[in-house]
């Protein structure tokens, strides 16, 4: 009897998809599809949203990765979304190449997804992060990347932007809030309320296992 993979054991889906298991691939590719999400949010540029959407990136990429996946070596959960973060960088740099020279101001500018928690006191160039790790870094940091952004697609939309701003293309608050149109006071305390919401669902996960 096959024993069928666990929906979060990314490892396993790669293993039955490898050996012709269409359910599995399926599984595969929606459980990495939150993580594409912000990522490619965090790749676009404000002023190239209005021409490309940041679901364009993830469709182009969900696309390329099904159609090359005999390509892919690798067999864990790293070397998977490794190689999703290279098509998808790929296809956002097409993007820039298509739409002009402005985009290229961003490129290569948002960090590691697994850096998501930054710090509590600063990030972005005008505020250096702190030297030392809060326990709300460490937590976050001790999570995957998978179970992160699974976590902040439960977040309401205002607090997932917060932190794509802030965490993922590392924006000071000053012009996090002109994105948002909304005061520095207000975006601070804004993405106060998004990290505690962000821990107390990935806590509830781990509890529910």
């Not at 067999?75 to 190449?97: G, K, S």
């Not at 160039?125 to 809060?134: F, G, K, L, T, Y």
Request: glycine content about 6%; aromatic content about 8%; proline content about 4%.
């Amino acid at each position: 009897m096959t024993h069928e993979p666990d929906s979060d054991d990314v490892t396993g889906l790669i293993a039955s998809a490898r050996r012709g298991d269409a359910a599995a691939r399926d599984r595969l590719f929606a459980r990495c599809r939150a993580y594409l999400e912000f990522v490619a949010r965090a790749q676009v540029e404000s002023w190239l949203r209005a021409k490309v959407d940041a679901s364009d990136l993830v469709q182009q990429t969900l696309l390329e990765a099904c159609r090359d996946f005999a390509r892919f070596e690798g067999a864990t959960e790293r070397e998977w979304l490794v190689w999703l973060r290279r098509i998808l960088d790929h296809n956002a740099a097409d993007f820039v190449r298509r739409y002009g020279r402005a985009a290229k101001r961003q490129v290569g500018r948002e960090v590691p997804f697994g850096d998501l928690a930054g710090s509590e006191a600063g990030g972005g160039a005008q505020e250096p992060a702190a030297p030392v790790a809060s326990p709300s870094q460490e937590f976050l940091r001790a999570d995957t990347e998978l179970r992160v952004a699974a976590a902040l697609a439960e977040l309401p939309p205002d607090y997932q932007e917060v932190i794509v701003l802030r965490n993922l293309q590392r924006l000071p608050f000053d012009e996090v809030g002109q994105r948002m149109n909304r005061s520095r006071p207000a975006v601070q305390m804004l993405w106060m309320r998004a990290i505690k919401r962000l821990r107390a669902i990935l806590e509830r996960r781990e509890v529910e296992g």
